[in-house]
């Protein structure tokens, strides 16, 4: 028969173990659930039982007991808190230095979720993918004793998180000093022209190398990955005396090209032109040494077939002499009897002639000119004429005698 069915009345016990209560079947009392943990957590941590002395010491041990529960109740409690402290999280670009009792463990904790134990252990996150940018702008003095403003910019990375925590107390102070000590070491030993001009790029490399010494005997673990030279110019004193200077070396640069390009546009149209020149010089000489050899073959042929007829090759010449020149004249002379040659001008041939000449480009007669021309035949011919008659005797005359 269960405990609280009816008709159990002598049966005094609880299921909560609270022995017998008398008459009273009600619920155990809270009193007695507190002092029974509060045992059990006194057994554990090694005390005493409050309440061992009997019942009537009960009311002088619940203090105790009570005291001791809330003690250990607040230390698993705090214990929770302290365990939940230890999680962290590390990011993908981040990497952690971890210090137990200020002493450096050796690994260096990954990206993701980790756990260390609070106070015991201390990490330290350091970014090693994030590139950072530094800044310098100062008034630096060159080795030709001139003073210019140069603004320099400076990119790094954390290439070892350990050095960069624990070597170098502060490693960005130790980098701004070690690059302006860069800067003012290779500008001081440069010249001002080379600064302001085309020696950027070179001056940016110096510095580079140099600053990557610096603070690699620091051993900060900073990784140097570009200097830029941002701006570099004179002071605003004597500006305008060095924009003038750059103005003149541009206009001597234009200058310079202009030239160089006339040359270029010149030169080889006149090595074309006096390569003309040599090959018809060639050509002339080729063909004067021909017509000669020519001549010279000409003539041993001539002599042969002179020595063979002297006097049938001295008419046969005469007459291509007299070809060859008569050939060239427009006039034609005729002989007549009575020893007065007549000259006849055919203009016929004068007009051919004269088309073909200013088909090569020669001048051409006008009208005006043929027609004078032919008035001064038709005279000509009528002078001709008379001097002829007068000249021939009478019919009657020649009778007579």
Do not use: C
């Amino acid at each position: 028969m269960a405990w609280n069915e009816p008709g159990n009345k002598g049966n005094g016990n609880d299921p909560w173990g609270g022995g017998r209560r008398g008459g009273d079947q009600g619920p155990p009392d809270i009193d007695e659930i507190i002092k029974s943990v509060s045992r059990k957590l006194n057994g554990l941590l090694g005390g005493k039982s409050g309440g061992a002395s009997g019942g009537g010491g009960a009311g002088a041990g619940n203090p105790p007991g009570v005291s001791g529960g809330l003690l250990g109740g607040a230390l698993v409690v705090l214990f929770v808190i302290w365990a939940a402290m230890g999680f962290y999280t590390v990011d993908e670009s981040e990497r952690g230095v971890v210090m137990r009792f200020g002493a450096l463990r050796d690994e260096v904790v990954t990206p993701g979720l980790r756990w260390n134990p609070p106070i015991i252990d201390s990490v330290q996150k350091v970014n090693v993918s994030r590139v950072n940018t530094r800044s310098y702008a100062r008034d630096m003095l060159t080795t030709d004793e001139n003073i210019v403003n140069v603004s320099i910019d400076v990119q790094y990375v954390i290439d070892d998180p350990v050095k960069f925590a624990l070597v170098v107390r502060d490693p960005e102070v130790s980098l701004d000093h070690a690059a302006e000590s860069a800067i003012r070491h290779v500008v001081g030993g440069t010249t001002m022209d080379r600064v302001l001009t085309q020696g950027r790029a070179d001056v940016a490399a110096e510095v580079r190398d140099r600053l990557q010494r610096y603070m690699n005997s620091y051993d900060s673990g900073i990784q140097i990955s570009q200097v830029t030279v941002r701006n570099a110019q004179p002071p605003d004193a004597v500006q305008g005396a060095f924009d003038d200077v750059i103005k003149a070396r541009e206009d001597e640069q234009r200058v310079q090209n202009e030239a160089l390009a006339y040359a270029n546009r010149v030169v080889p149209v006149a090595r074309g032109e006096a390569q003309r020149i040599i090959e018809q010089a060639n050509a002339y000489r080729d063909q004067v040494i021909a017509r000669a050899e020519g001549e010279a073959s000409r003539f041993e042929q001539l002599l042969t077939e002179y020595e063979k007829a002297p006097q049938v090759t001295r008419e046969r010449m005469y007459i291509d002499a007299m070809q060859a020149v008569m050939s060239n004249t427009s006039k034609v002379l005729i002989d007549v009897e009575g020893g007065n040659n007549m000259f006849y001008v055919p203009l016929d041939k004068i007009i051919e002639q004269t088309a073909a000449a200013a088909s090569s480009g020669a001048a051409a007669l006008t009208p005006q000119q043929l027609r004078e021309i032919s008035d001064q035949v038709s005279r000509q011919l009528s002078t001709s004429d008379t001097d002829r008659a007068r000249v021939q005797p009478a019919p009657a005359e020649r009778g007579v005698r």
